[in-house]
């Protein structure tokens, strides 16, 4: 029972992980005003949904990808500038990612971390489904959901509540078990508590059908989309007692909106062909096994069959993707040539009225970057990859992707010194950029300057929560022979703020061996997908974070939910 409340007390602010923010100005829903908000002040809940992202970021599951992540975030973001007060007195950056997942799920995280699983990616028809998920996990947010669930635990305790999930578990054995369990855990308290959450979701229903509504999308989407939720949890929710629900009867929550729908006037929006190209690549890596990429090529190749152009054009940019995951690249720049003519082909005679395309440069572009630099044998090859990065960054100087890969195809053309300079430059505007600081620090070995390398190295460490081992690299960065009294100066700097970095970490936890933790290097993290039997690690801290999350946040762990 303890060990069930101890994640509970983990599974609130992550279930219901929500930034601090104003009350929302919305009809029928609460002002949040009350002391509970100040349970979880907005410098704390940033800094723990960090500390949780620092985590997910070394897991293999999560979709590092350019063009995914620049589209869920251009994406999300769009959808967080329709309402005003969405970003809260702290003025938080939303963060919106993908994580690989075969569920039909989307989370939040303390401090406006925002996650959506690569099936649930797949499953939306159209970008209005898409908002509707991405908006459902803003009205989290802007209602502060979990000051207000620490708030209520403060109130009915935690034994109540493991009595909950202990009954949720037992319920899907069958019998009068589940009905014992409950009524010995002090049944009011807990039904309290599944008031507090049912309630929560209808109220970032409606928040979330607001923006949609304020961003221009069709509100439809949201209704059509919990359809089909209804459908992929139609087999496990019958065998749950609606009052053991954590999360409203979905067709409660779609009666609700559909009543709101009718007071709508009726919006119609062109999906960008953006989605339907990320939605291609997210397939490729749902599953990179040959088995995965066999089904990946047959659903490309009827995909481009269909009369849409936008199919088409995103059923040969699957087939390039995949072709280059495979190693052809020659087969790669043909299909993604044919996807480019696809796109540019007039619309057929007498199509009048038609919306203007859109184009995808950007996307385009980085495939085309990536395909060269995936020739690092072709000294031609790679020189025309320098060329298009450079006129990709300058087209497109936002896009963190693109220049990521300016500074790759830089190196792999041997380009050291402007190779240098430039990342320098980017590491000084952006200094959060885990993968500047790892190019940098391949092109200082390179050029044979250790002292540089390992400072770039111990930069790149830190910003991924790994304190010890930055600071085992500043060391080896003092003792190279190379090193300037200027290095020297910013190794004491860097040392001063990272040792007591390190101190308030063994203090938060509990002087913690930082020895024995994770390594911070996201290319040695191993997923606990490599374990061959996949045991319980909920507890575990060495165990992936997202597989933790998985538990912590799904009870039932069966049921595949959108929180």
Request: proline share 5%; glycine share 6%.
């Amino acid at each position: 029972m303890r060990a069930v409340a101890a994640a509970l007390l983990l599974t609130m602010p992550m279930a219901m992980a929500q930034n601090p923010l104003a009350p929302a100005k919305i009809p029928n829903l609460p002002a949040l005003g009350g002391t509970e908000n100040q349970d979880l002040s907005p410098l704390m809940e940033r800094k723990l949904g960090e500390e949780i992202m620092r985590d997910i970021r070394r897991d293999r599951d999560y979709l590092d990808d350019g063009p995914i992540l620049e589209y869920m975030n251009n994406f999300g973001n769009a959808l967080v500038d329709a309402r005003p007060d969405a970003r809260g007195e702290a003025k938080y950056d939303y963060f919106f990612f993908v994580v690989r997942d075969p569920q039909l799920n989307a989370f939040a995280l303390p401090g406006g971390f925002i996650a959506v699983h690569s099936a649930l990616l797949l499953q939306a028809q159209n970008e209005s489904e898409l908002a509707s998920v991405l908006g459902h996990e803003i009205g989290h947010v802007v209602q502060r959901h979990i000051a207000r669930s620490i708030g209520q635990q403060k109130q009915d305790a935690l034994i109540p509540l493991a009595a909950m999930i202990l009954a949720a578990l037992a319920s899907r054995q069958g019998g009068d078990a589940a009905m014992g369990v409950f009524l010995g855990g002090q049944g009011l308290a807990i039904q309290r508590q599944l008031n507090f959450g049912r309630e929560a979701e209808r109220e970032a229903d409606r928040i979330g059908f607001q923006i949609m509504g304020e961003a221009g999308f069709d509100t439809s989407g949201m209704v059509a989309f919990f359809q089909q939720m209804q459908n992929s949890t139609r087999n496990y929710s019958d065998l749950v007692p609606a009052w053991l629900l954590t999360h409203p009867l979905t067709t409660e929550r779609i009666a609700d909106i559909q009543a709101r729908i009718r007071e709508q006037p009726y919006k119609q929006r062109v999906d960008s062909l953006d989605f339907y190209l990320v939605r291609s690549r997210a397939r490729v890596l749902q599953d990179q096994t040959s088995s995965g990429y066999a089904e990946s090529r047959q659903f490309f190749q009827a995909q481009i069959l269909q009369e849409s152009w936008q199919q088409k054009a995103a059923g040969q940019y699957g087939m390039a993707f995949l072709s280059m995951k495979q190693g052809d690249t020659s087969a790669a720049q043909n299909w993604l040539e044919q996807a480019q003519a696809t796109v540019n082909r007039p619309p057929p005679a007498g199509v009048f009225g038609a919306s203007p395309r859109s184009k995808a440069e950007a996307i385009f572009a980085a495939t085309s970057i990536e395909i060269k630099l995936a020739q690092p044998d072709n000294k031609a090859v790679l020189a025309k990859a320098v060329v298009e990065a450079d006129a990709a960054h300058q087209k497109f100087p936002l896009s963190r992707g693109i220049a990521h890969q300016y500074g790759e195809a830089l190196l792999a053309a041997d380009k050291l010194e402007e190779a240098a300079v430039y990342l320098r430059d980017q590491a000084q505007l952006y200094r959060d950029d885990i993968e500047i600081y790892d190019i940098l620090a391949r092109v200082y070995s390179r050029q044979g300057k250790l002292a540089l390398q390992h400072i770039a190295l111990a930069e790149s460490y830190a910003l991924q929560g790994g304190t010890l081992s930055a600071l085992d690299q500043l060391a080896l960065a003092r003792k190279a022979p190379d090193a300037s009294f200027y290095d020297q100066s910013l190794i004491d700097a860097r040392e001063r703020e990272w040792q007591a970095r390190r101190r308030e970490e063994m203090g938060d936890k509990g002087k913690k061996d930082m020895a024995e933790s994770r390594p911070a290097f996201k290319a040695e993290f191993k997923s606990a997908t490599d374990n061959k039997d996949r045991q319980d690690n909920s507890f575990n801290p060495y165990a992936s974070p997202l597989d933790r999350l998985r538990k912590l946040t799904d009870p039932m762990q069966s049921a595949p939910t959108v929180r």
